[in-house]
Structure formats: structure tokens, C-alpha cells
């Protein structure tokens, strides 16, 4: 195990403050959940920032085939032009998945797009760079993390061997 609850509780809300700190300036955030722990982790860090940030906060959740993550859909049509936002999910393990989770922001102008995970694996097939991460770790590319959520509350989070 690499995280229990208290301490991806600590992570969270220290991401939270980061993410506060960081967008001081701004009006609104737009969170987009990678289901399904993504918008689990998307709605806990939108549940922290209304202690620190001003601004709107909205949660739009991201539904895409993680084997094969060619069809992604929102669960609501917003427009991202000129709106800061950030791509969250559980998870960074190849960086596939949030490079595709990007599609439906390239036929649009956002002021910007950040991405937060819980847990960060340094090993990466794919060019992206995370902006908030709970927790940094080096793994073997035969073993993946997991994170492991029950109703709506993180549990923890393991590493376990690719099978």
C-alpha cells in the first residue's frame, strides 16, 4: 500500500490550496473528472476549494474507454474558450489516457488546461506533465497503481503486477 485514507485526505486538500495559490486571479475553474475515480477525486478537491477560492467551480465528468480511449464523451456541454481548466484523474500511469481525455478541449480556445492526479507514476509511455500531484512514485513497467475508491471516499492506493 501506498496511501490510506488520512493521507490521500492530507493530499487532496494540500492540492486543493495549491491549486488556490496558483489561480488566485481567475473567476472560475472548470474541474473535468476522468471517470470514474477522477470525478471521485474531482468532486473532493471542488468540496476543498470552497474553502479557499473565490471564484465558480464546475465539475464536468469525462467518460472515455481507457483500453481504447477513442470515444470520449462530457457530461455536459460547456463552452471551455477563455476558461481555465483542469483535467483530473486518480492515476497517472502512461499518460495515455489524459492524453486522449484532451480532445474535446483541442477544438477550443481554453485560457488554459492543468492536470492533477493523486498519484503520479514516473514511469510514462506519453508526453504528459502533471501540474498537482498528491504523490510522486517510481514503479516497474510491469506493475500499475490502483487506487481504490468506495462510495465517493478514497480508500487507498497499491501497486500491483500487470497481469
Known sequence: MILDKVTADKKLRRM???LTERNLHKNELILIGIKSNGIVIANKIALYLKDSFAGNIQLVELS??????????????????????????????SGRVMLYALKP????????????????????????DI???????????DENIVVEVNDGEIESAYIEPVS
Not at 488546461?113 to 498519484?119: G, Y
Not at 501540474?131 to 513497467?141: E, R
Request: charged share 20%.
Open 16 to 18: 486543493a490550496l495549491e
Open 64 to 93: 472515455i474507454n481507457k483500453k481504447n480511449p477513442t470515444e470520449i464523451q462530457l457530461s455536459s456541454n460547456i463552452d471551455f474558450n477563455n476558461k481555465s481548466v483542469i483535467l483530473v484523474d486518480d492515476v497517472a500511469n
Open 105 to 128: 478541449l483541442i477544438d477550443q480556445m481554453p485560457a488554459q488546461i492543468e492536470t492533477l492526479v493523486l498519484v503520479e507514476r514516473t514511469y510514462k509511455k506519453f508526453p504528459i
Open 131 to 141: 501540474n498537482y500531484v498528491g504523490m510522486s512514485i517510481a514503479t516497474a513497467v
